[in-house]
């Protein structure tokens, strides 16, 4: 076996041919196999500088093997009371075991029909939630339809129509709207004409505003349907209003220019651009 040492220099330069000065491999340390990530291949291949023969190197892995068996002997022997006792406490482990299976079964189970219990009231407060949302928009409907009946009602008053299927007041009145709340300073035109343009231009608002109140709702609910033939009336009455009033400013000639432009701007706004054609086109007849 080769020696595992650093050898001294020679003595005499003439013994230099039968030693030579290669430094001997020191043994093999315990703590390079004790590393987390030692892998063998890796090891051999960290030797290649060691001045040793591969017969060498076996001989001291084996004799490390030889010496870690014997060490691991001598463990067990030193702690064979302790091995014997740890045997025998694990008897009857199996019951320990199933008993721990058994009440993790039931603790199984009682968790499912909590789950379930909790699922069944989720899909609960989830259809309680959609009725809430129902009812709401159920609501906005109902207070949209009180605004259209209202908003009617008052322009037909303004505008002096009677209708067969008109709906009587709000409860105390709440419901009427005023259109000619705001100052009607500006209402007041030229001398001698007997048509407030200014009036007429709440009027179509209002009437505009119906119509979209009720296109956001809906063309197809009964109340909707049912109030059609009061909104054709109101419809009638304004353009029979504004074909007056546009007749009173054509007359006036040049100064009735004017008044003219912001009737037909009146028209426009009703969305009603056809009818003003046809009214002009019958003036100038």
């Known amino acids: 076996m080769s020696r595992f040492y650093f050898g001294g220099s020679s003595a005499s330069s003439g013994d230099d041919s039968d030693e030579d000065n290669l430094p001997y491999p020191t043994p093999l340390q315990r703590s390079d196999f004790l590393a987390p990530a030692f892998s063998?291949?890796?090891?051999?291949?960290?030797?290649?500088?060691?001045?040793?023969t591969l017969e060498d190197l076996r001989s001291e892995l084996r004799a490390r093997?030889?010496?870690l068996n014997k060490e691991l002997l001598d463990l067990v022997n030193s702690n064979y009371q302790d091995f014997l006792s740890l045997g025998g406490s694990l008897r009857g482990g199996d019951e320990k075991v199933e008993e721990v299976r058994v009440g993790l079964l039931g603790f199984r189970k009682e968790v499912e029909a909590v789950r379930k219990k909790v699922l069944e009231k989720e899909e609960e407060v989830a259809d309680l939630v959609d009725d809430k949302v129902d009812i709401r928009k159920q609501i906005a409907v109902g207070r949209a339809l009180l605004d259209v009946e209202a908003r009617l009602s008052a322009l037909e008053e303004r505008l002096m129509v009677e209708s067969a299927g008109k709906s009587g007041p709000g409860i105390n009145g709440e419901d009427a709207v005023d259109i000619d709340s705001e100052d009607t300073s500006d209402e007041e035109d030229e001398e001698g004409q007997s048509v407030s343009i200014?009036?007429?231009?709440?009027?179509?608002?209002?009437?505009?505003?119906?119509?979209?109140?009720?296109?956001?709702?809906?063309?197809e609910h009964p109340f909707i349907v049912g109030q059609e033939p009061r909104v054709v009336k109101v419809r009638n009455t304004l353009?029979?209003?504004?074909?007056?009033?546009?007749k009173q400013a054509k007359a006036a000639g040049a100064d009735g220019v004017d008044r003219v432009m912001r009737i037909m701007g009146v028209y426009r706004d009703m969305d009603e651009a056809a009818e003003a054609v046809t009214v002009l086109k019958s003036l100038r007849g």
């Open 198 to 219: 200014a009036k007429l231009q709440k009027h179509v608002h209002q009437y505009r505003l119906i119509q979209k109140i009720s296109e956001k709702i809906g063309s």
């Open 239 to 246: 353009l029979l209003d504004l074909s007056n009033a546009l």
């Open 40 to 52: 063998p291949s890796a090891y051999l291949s960290s030797l290649h500088n060691r001045h040793q």
């Open 65 to 67: 093997s030889q010496l």
